[in-house]
C-alpha cells in the first residue's frame, strides 16, 4: 500500500515523511475527548516528532529503550513517532490507573525494570508525579521528558536517525490478560509486513477512515489503531477506553459521524453496545459506511454477531460487515482473517465432541456450539494445529495453534530460555520450523481457523475439558443479577483435585438474594455445559480485575480467589459452605 510514496518504505519512519510529502495538510488523526475534538495533519505529526525525536537523542543514545508514558492521546501519537525518528525502541506503556493504583503501579513498575528504559516521556503532570513513585520503589530514575508543553523545535537541519528494517522498533509488553508482561521485539520489517497484510485484507485505500477507541499501548490499539492509518494514509478517530466503556454509544456516534469504513474491538465490546444502547439513541445513528467491524481478541461469538445485527440493522449496519479475526502481540497483530464484506462462517458443532477435542457438526439444537471462523493467514504466512507432542493435527482436531511467516515477531526481550520454547518450536515428524506457539487452542476445516480458547485457561476436570467463557455465558444467560462482562470462571486445586470457580459482581443491593443467586449459578453451569461449580464468589462492583480495554483477567482472577482478596459480598465452596469464601478488602 506504500507504493505509491516517493520513496520505498523501509521503516515505519519512512512511512510518516512519505505521507507528509504527498499530502501535509491532508489529516492523519482526530482524537475525541471529553473536551472536544483535536486534530493533528501529517505536516504537524512531523514536526512534532521531529521535535521529540532531537530531545529525546539529547537524554538516549540510539537503539536505548524509551517508555512513552501517556494518556490516550495526539501527545502519544507524536511521541511514539517521535521514538521512531530517534531511532531509539519505543516501549508504550499503560499510565497507572489513580482508582487501581495497588494493581497498575506495579506492572508499571516492572516494565520500568525488565525494559532497562534509558528515558521516559510523558506529559508534565506525569512527570512530577513519577519522580516519586520512582523513588520510592527503587525502580531507578530514568531522564524525564515531558513533550505535551512548547517543546522546542527540531535544529535546521536536523535529520532522523538512521534505520534498518530488521532494527527494533517497539518494545511491546503484552497485555497481561494471562500472564505477566512480556517484552515482544518488533522490528520495522515486522510491523511494515503485518500493515500490508491487514490493509490488504480490509481493502483499506485513501478514502478509509478508521474509529478506534482500543488502549494505543497493546497490538489492536496500538499497530491497528496509530501504525496501521498512517501506513495507508488514511485519517484514523481516536477516543480513550474510558470512553468507550462509560459510554458505548460515543463510539457508535464516531463511526456515523465520521463516515468510518473501520472500526472494531474485542467481542465483548459489541455485546456492550446491544445491552447499553437503546432505540432513543439508535434513532440518530448511520452505520452504513461501516465495510470492516473487526472482531477478535477473544472467542468470536455468533450470538454477538446475530444480536449486534439485529440491533443496528435499522441504522444501515450489515451483517456482512462482521469481520472475524485472529491475532496476538508475538505475530504483531493480525493472523488470520477473512474476506471484507464476505459471507461469515458459522458451525453448528457438538459441545461434548467439542469438549473431547472433536469439531464434529451437529444439527442446531441446545447441545449444539456455535462457531466461528477468523478466516486464513496471510500469504508466506503457515497456521498448523499441533498436539502436545508437537505433531500436525487433522482438520476438525483441537489442539494448539502454530504460526510461521514474516509477521511473526522476533522473541521475548531479555528471556532467551522462553524465547526458544514459544517463538522455535518445531514439527517433530518433519522438524519444520521455527513456529511460534500461539498458546492459543483452535482447530482448521476447510482451510478456515476456528479458535477456541485459551490453552492455559481450559478447565480439566475428571479428564474433560471445559471452556470459561461458556461458563460465564451460561451464568449470564440464566441468572438475574449478575453484571454482564463482569465475571470469570477459572481452575483452582483442592485435595489434589482440579475444580472450578465462578467469580462474578453483583449489584451492592440489600434485595438481592444472595443464596439463591450462588444455587442459580450452580444450577445454570451444570445444564448448560455439564460443569460441576465447586465455588461461588458474588463480588462488588468493578471489583472483578480487566485489562484497559476491558477484557476480564481470569488468571489474576484466580491468583486473587486463592488468596481469598476478591472483594466478596457473599461466597460458598462445597469443600466449606458459606464459611469458605473471605470477605475482600472495601
Known amino acids: 500500500m506504500i507504493a505509491d510514496a516517493e520513496v520505498a518504505a523501509t521503516t515505519f519512519g519512512d512511512v510518516l515523511r512519505a505521507r507528509r510529502r504527498e499530502a501535509p495538510g491532508r489529516t492523519a488523526f482526530v482524537f475525541e475527548g471529553d473536551d472536544g475534538a483535536a486534530r493533528i495533519t501529517y505536516r504537524e505529526l512531523d514536526e512534532r516528532a521531529r521535535s521529540v525525536a532531537a530531545a529525546v537523542r539529547e537524554r538516549a543514545e540510539a537503539g536505548a529503550r524509551v517508555l512513552l508514558l501517556y494518556p490516550p492521546g495526539l501527545d502519544y501519537v507524536a511521541a511514539l513517532f517521535g521514538c521512531l525518528y530517534a531511532g531509539v525502541v519505543a516501549v508504550p506503556a499503560y499510565p497507572p490507573d489513580p482508582a487501581r493504583i495497588e494493581r497498575t503501579l506495579p506492572r508499571l ?63 511491546q509488553y503484552t497485555s497481561g490478560s494471562t500472564a505477566a508482561p512480556r517484552g515482544v521485539l518488533l522490528t520495522h520489517r515486522k510491523l511494515l509486513a503485518n500493515s500490508e497484510f491487514i490493509g490488504r485484507a480490509f481493502g483499506q485505500s485513501r478514502g478509509s477512515c478508521a474509529v478506534v477507541w482500543l ?65 432513543r439513541d439508535r434513532a440518530g445513528l448511520d452505520l452504513s459506511s461501516w465495510e470492516v467491524a473487526f472482531d477478535g481478541a477473544e472467542p468470536v461469538r455468533a450470538e454477538t454477531i446475530d444480536a449486534f445485527t439485529e440491533r443496528f440493522a435499522a441504522c444501515g449496519f450489515r451483517r456482512e460487515a462482521f469481520y472475524p479475526c485472529y491475532g496476538l502481540a508475538e505475530a504483531t497483530l493480525m493472523v488470520t482473517g477473512g ?8 458451525r453448528d458443532v457438538d459441545g461434548g465432541r467439542l469438549a473431547a477435542g472433536d469439531a464434529v457438526a451437529s444439527a442446531p439444537a441446545a447441545a449444539a456450539k456455535r462457531v466461528v471462523g477468523c478466516g486464513r493467514p496471510d500469504r508466506g504466512h503457515r497456521v498448523v494445529i499441533a498436539d502436545g507432542a508437537g505433531a500436525v493435527l487433522p482438520d476438525a482436531r483441537v489442539g494448539e495453534i502454530w504460526l510461521r511467516g514474516p509477521s511473526v515477531a522476533a522473541g521475548y526481550w531479555r528471556r532467551p530460555e522462553e524465547t526458544a520454547r514459544t517463538f522455535e518450536a518445531r514439527l517433530v ?50 441468572v438475574a443479577g449478575l453484571r454482564a462482562g463482569c465475571g470469570a470462571a477459572f481452575g483452582y486445586e483442592h485435595g489434589g483435585r482440579s475444580r472450578i470457580a465462578v467469580a462474578y459482581e453483583v449489584a451492592d443491593d440489600a434485595g438481592l438474594d444472595r443464596d439463591a443467586t450462588i444455587l442459580a449459578i450452580r444450577r445454570s453451569v451444570a445444564g448448560a455445559t455439564g460443569a460441576e461449580v465447586h465455588a461461588v464468589v458474588l463480588a462488588r462492583p468493578r471489583t472483578v480485575p480487566k485489562t484497559a480495554s476491558g477484557k ?3 488468571r489474576l482472577c484466580a491468583a486473587l480467589f486463592a488468596r481469598g482478596e476478591l472483594d466478596a459480598l457473599a461466597a460458598w465452596s462445597v469443600d466449606g459452605g458459606a464459611a469458605a469464601g473471605r470477605r475482600g478488602r472495601r
Not at 497493546?218 to 478517530?237: A, I, T
Not at 474476506?339 to 458459522?346: A, H, Q, Y
Request: some cysteine; glycine content about 12%; proline content about 8%.
Open 339 to 346: 474476506t471484507k464484506l464476505g459471507p461469515i462462517s458459522v
Open 109 to 171: 513498575v516492572a516494565i520500568l525494570r525488565d525494559a532497562r528504559v534509558g528515558a521516559i516521556t510523558t506529559t508534565g503532570q506525569l512527570a512530577s508525579a513519577l519522580g516519586e513513585v520512582l523513588r520510592v520503589d527503587g525502580a531507578g530514575e530514568p531522564r524525564l521528558l515531558a513533550t505535551d508543553g512548547d517543546l522546542e523545535r527540531a535544529p535546521d537541519g536536523w535529520r532522523p536517525a538512521p534505520a534498518r528494517p530488521d532494527d527494533v522498533a517497539l518494545l
Open 429 to 478: 515428524d518433519t522438524l519444520e520450523g521455527p513456529f511460534l506457539r500461539t498458546g492459543d487452542l483452535g482447530f482448521v476445516l476447510d482451510g478456515e481457523l476456528f479458535v477456541t480458547g485459551r490453552a492455559k485457561e481450559v478447565l480439566v476436570v475428571d479428564g474433560r475439558n471445559h471452556y470459561p467463557l461458556d461458563i460465564e455465558l451460561a451464568c449470564e444467560g440464566a
Open 552 to 554: 476480564v483477567q481470569r
Open 215 to 279: 488502549p494505543p499501548y497493546h497490538d489492536m490499539g496500538l499497530v491497528g489503531g496509530v501504525l496501521q492509518p498512517v501506513y495507508g494514509g488514511f485519517p484514523c478517530v481516536l477516543m480513550a477506553p474510558l470512553t468507550f466503556l462509560r459510554r458505548p454509544l460515543r463510539w457508535l456516534r464516531a463511526v456515523s459521524e465520521h463516515r468510518a469504513t473501520a472500526s472494531g474491538g474485542p467481542n465483548f465490546a459489541f455485546d456492550l453496545c446491544v445491552r447499553r444502547i437503546g432505540a
